[in-house]
């Protein structure tokens, strides 16, 4: 009756256990899942962003070469207004970019506004040098200060994109490591059975020896009887 009612507990545990284990896994699963789509989130608007961005800059210079070219000279004029729009338009993607959550505490926002600013401000010189026909000194400015600024300004770009790229790595790091520790967490409660097996056959293999013992060597147990 006792062995039946012990069973039963037993069963019940178990049942008890695996209900356990599986409500836990489901809700850190649900957790590692809002965690990487937070990840996600947070990263893939800032990737997209800062492409944008520097395919933006890349264009406005591209123009700029275009309308000091000599050899487009009848086509430059047409070229300048283009050229002012892709400006203001970086400049708002790097504004935006600088408030993105992922930036906002970061000396990289403040690098990027900066650099997004001082890179129009310039691109409005050269645009008023073209505008009055000084195409020689736009050529110069173009060479000489407004090249060297958007080469720095593609640094600044580049040193953002590594830091996301580190932030992701560092996060996606660290919930791997939370899901081993977890799934070990897991593996060892889950194995209580197997360790209350192992406990009870300990136990009933000495018993097994004890019993096997008072059978075979009486004289043990009776010398010590007699000893007492």
Known sequence: MQFGRLRFVLI??????????????LLFLRSMDER??????????VINNLRTLTRELS???????????????????????????????????????????????????GIIAKFGKEYDQKVDQFIALGRAGKLTEANKFNTEVLRPYY????????????YVERQGND???????????FGGFLLAF????????????LVM?????????????PKLFASKETTA
Do not use: C
């Open 205 to 217: 293999g000495l018993l097994v020896i004890g019993l096997f013992a008072a059978v075979f060597f």
């Open 59 to 109: 264009t406005v210079q591209r123009l700029a070469r275009r309308v000091v070219d000599p050899e487009n000279e009848t086509a430059w004029k047409d070229l300048i207004p283009q050229m002012d729009e892709d400006s203001n338009n970086a400049l708002a993607r790097a504004l935006e970019v600088s408030r993105l959550a992922m930036f906002k505490d970061t000396r990289h926002a």
């Open 12 to 25: 019940l545990a178990l049942l008890a256990s695996n209900l356990l284990v599986g409500v836990l896994s």
């Open 36 to 45: 990487y789509s937070t990840l996600l989130n947070s990263s893939v608007p």
């Open 171 to 181: 996060l996606r790091d660290r919930y791997a490591q939370d899901s081993r520790l």
């Open 151 to 162: 080469d720095n300004y593609q640094v600044a770009l580049d040193a953002a994109a590594d």
């Open 190 to 201: 889950a194995g209580w059975p197997l360790l209350a097996a192992g406990v009870l056959v």
